[in-house]
Structure formats: structure tokens, C-alpha cells
């Protein structure tokens, strides 16, 4: 698929939307100014008005062009301001008319319609009053304006609310269009979670060019990690092959050594080593685990391993329930506790096995009577290739992986696995699983 394709990017589309907000807004308040028009005034204040707006057209006509000013000055009232301009002033373009008041003012006064009455609000939503102009029989004209807020024109209450009302939904539609054009991105992250999971996910490359561009990475590394992850898989079993066979060669020509010490020496040796390349195989290996989840009775399998330990000569018993059936992966699981035990048995005398059954939750214990682990190494050890050897003998074969091999197994099963000192001494191990 071609790196060049004819969408709008991730940029354009955002101004496209506010663009798209700004535009239904201008509409809206354009619709809102309009409406000022409809509004009326009380018939009082329409006829108080009219009359006063006769009364200045006389007077003023009267008057030579040099003494109307201060006629107009002189006709300014405490209620209204009057002013005469020689030429026609300007009228502000935003502002909205009030041609429900101008009928009013013209139905009380009709002679007013020869002057082209104009009125207009001025500040409309906040505290208005309302401006305006009546031009004269000799082309000059007067300009009023109400000093006060007129009685009955309260426009601030509903132009606030008419203001609020598409403001909300415009912050709606910006917020749903922001999610649509974002939408990518979300299933970008919900595939790049599964895929921390050990999962495969194509992601469908859509959206803007450089949301496409980022998809179209994750998709290619996440081949390349699989791939890497493949190729892993085979030369860990390549290696495992090629291990396995000298060791059982080695362990063929140990039996036909005579001396018994020496041959006991060298078997304990080729233990150790099987016990490593097992560790590291099973370390390694874990992320590439094709073991399926099925319904085990987990009581059965930690007693069976309790008794195994007891057979090998070791002081392991079980606690719990006789039988106990959970969807896990056995042979994982399995593992888990058989290194929990090993682990026990190796720094303590004697080890517990014990399983506790809850409403949603299933717990597996293990713990011994050896000489636990500081406080702050807990956290410690759970990472691979960590032995402290101060804290406990290092007489136990591997490279260090028995607990991070449980904590792997654990995490596959969506569990949690917490370590902690007992207080009449030993480590408890334990391990909790959730019920589906």
C-alpha cells in the first residue's frame, strides 16, 4: 500500500472542525440578532418615546442648522439623549434592529414614518437600550438614545440562555467529531495492549494520513517482533536438541565408570546442567507457550507434587480441600508450584503446601521454615538471574529463574504472585488466582 494517499490529515481535519463550530455559530448568533427585532416594548414607553421624538422634530426643524445643537442638548432628558447630526452618522452593522418597538413608536405617531425612523439595540444580552436615527425634512438628522433600560425589554436572561444553549451543543458535536476523526488511535492503543499480551492484531489502517502512517508502523513492528519472537522459538529448540544429547551421552558413559564416588560426582553434574538448560529453556521459551487453558483440580496437583517431594525424602505435606477445579494452564502452573517447592525444601527443613478457597478467588501457598529474605530483596529475586547469596546457600542448580519462571506463570494466568517473610520465620510464597 502506497505511503501517499488523498485524505485530509489529522490537522486539517481538526480546523475542518472548528471551522464547522465557528460557522454554526456565526449562524446562530446571526439568528439570535435577528430575534432582537421581534422584540416590543410596553405601549407606555412606545408612546413616551414617539412623543418625544415629535416634539425634538419640530423644535430642531425651527432652529437655524447653527443653534440645533443646542436645541438638541437642551432636549436631552434625564430618560433620553438626543443629538443632531448634519449628515447621516454611520449605524453600527452588528447590531440588531428592534422593528417590533419601531411600530410601536410609528403606530402611536404614523407622521413619523416620512422621517425613516431607524432603531437598533445597543449592548444587546447585557443591560440594553435602544439608539437611534430620524432623519429631518432638510436631509440633516437627529440621533436618540434611551438612557436607561427600557421597561419590558429584558433581553439578557434569554439571550444568555439562547447563547448557552447552542454553545453546549456545539461543544457536543466538536467533542463527537473529535472522537470519530480520534477513533484510530483508540484501537491503535487497545491492539498495541493486546499485543504486550503476547497477542497478534492487524490494526485496519484508516483515519488521517499520519494516524495512518503510525498504523502502519505498529502493524510492520509487530510483524517484525513476531517474527523475532519465531526465530527465537526455533533456536531455543535447536539448542535444547543439540544440549540434551551430549548431556545423555555423558550420563550413558557415567554408568560405566567403576568408581562409585566419582560416578555419583559426575551424574550430580550433568543434574546440574539439565537442571540449568530446563531453566533457561523454560525461561526463554515462555512468551512463545502454546498451552491452552483447561479445567484442572489444582488440589490434586498440589497434593500430588507434596507427595513427590515426600517420596524424594523431603518434609512436604499438603493443606486443603481434596479436590479444587479452575481453568489454568497445567503445565505451567505446574511448574510454578513444583519451583515454589523446590525452593522450600532446599532453604528449609520442611515445607507447607496449601490451598485456601474464597468466593471469586483460589490461593496457593507454599512456605518453609528456612531463613526467608531482607525486606528489601523480596522484589528482588523475582527478577531473572538474581541469587542473593547472603541471604541463603547457594546449593541449588540454575541460573536463577525458578522465580521468575513462577512470576511469568502467574502473570499468564492473570494472577498475582507476592513474597513475604513469615514471622516465626520461613518465606511465604503465595500465589492468587481469580475464578471466571
Known amino acids: 500500500m502506497s505511503l501517499l494517499r488523498p485524505s485530509v490529515g489529522l490537522i486539517g481535519r481538526l480546523i475542518a472542525i472548528l471551522l464547522l463550530t465557528v460557522t454554526i455559530e456565526f449562524g446562530i448568533s446571526t439568528l439570535l440578532y435577528e430575534r432582537a427585532s421581534q422584540f416590543s416594548v410596553r405601549e407606555d414607553e412606545a408612546r413616551r418615546l414617539a412623543e418625544h421624538l415629535i416634539i425634538c ?27 443632531w447630526k448634519p449628515q447621516e452618522p454611520s449605524v ?29 439595540l445597543v449592548s444587546p444580552g447585557r443591560k440594553s437600550v435602544v439608539a437611534g436615527l430620524m432623519r429631518l425634512n432638510d436631509g440633516s438628522w437627529l440621533y436618540f438614545q434611551t438612557l436607561h433600560p427600557l421597561d419590558g425589554l429584558n433581553l439578557a436572561a434569554e439571550r444568555i440562555l439562547l447563547a448557552l444553549i447552542p454553545a453546549l451543543g456545539l461543544v457536543l458535536l466538536a467533542g463527537l467529531l473529535m472522537r470519530v476523526v480520534l477513533k484510530p488511535l483508540r484501537r491503535l ?86 537442571a540449568m538448560v530446563e531453566s533457561l529453556l523454560a525461561y526463554l521459551g515462555g512468551d512463545s507457550d502454546p498451552e491452552a487453558a483447561a479445567s484442572t483440580d489444582i488440589a490434586v496437583l498440589c497434593a500430588t507434587l507434596a507427595d513427590d517431594a515426600a517420596d524424594r525424602g523431603f518434609d512436604v505435606r499438603y493443606e486443603g480441600p481434596h479436590h479444587l477445579e479452575l481453568a489454568v494452564r497445567p503445565l505451567g502452573l505446574k511448574r510454578a508450584i513444583s519451583n515454589l517447592m523446590d525452593n522450600a525444601v532446599h532453604h528449609g527443613t520442611s515445607a507447607v503446601v496449601r490451598v485456601e478457597e474464597r468466593t471469586e478467588e483460589v490461593e496457593i501457598i507454599v512456605e518453609d521454615n528456612g531463613p526467608g529474605l531482607p525486606e528489601d530483596q523480596l522484589q528482588e529475586v523475582l527478577k531473572p538471574f538474581v541469587r542473593l547469596d547472603t541471604a541463603r546457600p547457594r546449593d541449588t542448580v540454575g ?32 500465589i492468587l488466582l481469580h475464578r471466571t
Open 57 to 83: 422634530r419640530r423644535l430642531v426643524v425651527e432652529r437655524p442648522p447653527e443653534q440645533r445643537p443646542a436645541m438638541a442638548a437642551e432636549l436631552t432628558t434625564d430618560r433620553y439623549l438626543v443629538r
Open 92 to 120: 453600527p452593522r452588528i447590531a440588531p434592529a428592534v422593528d417590533g418597538m419601531r411600530k410601536q413608536v410609528i403606530a402611536w405617531e404614523p407622521s413619523l414614518r416620512e422621517n425613516d425612523v431607524r432603531m437598533w
Open 189 to 274: 492503543a487497545l491492539a498495541a495492549d493486546r499485543v504486550g499480551h503476547g497477542l497478534e492484531e492487524h490494526v485496519p489502517e484508516q483515519g488521517p494520513n499520519e494516524v495512518v502512517t503510525v498504523i502502519r508502523a505498529f502493524n510492520n513492528m509487530q510483524e517484525r517482533i513476531h517474527q523475532l519472537i519465531e526465530n527465537r522459538t526455533q533456536a531455543l529448540a535447536a539448542v535444547g536438541h543439540d544440549f540434551r544429547t551430549p548431556l545423555a551421552r555423558l550420563r550413558l558413559r557415567a554408568e560405566s565408570v567403576e568408581d562409585g564416588e566419582a560416578r555419583r560426582a559426575i551424574e550430580q553434574d550433568i543434574s546440574e546442567m539439565e
Open 399 to 430: 541460573f536463577g529463574l525458578g522465580l521468575p519462571i513462577v512470576a511469568r506463570a502467574v502473570e499468564a494466568e492473570g494472577g498475582t504472585f507476592t513474597l513475604a517473610n513469615r514471622r516465626e520465620g520461613g518465606l511465604s510464597a503465595r
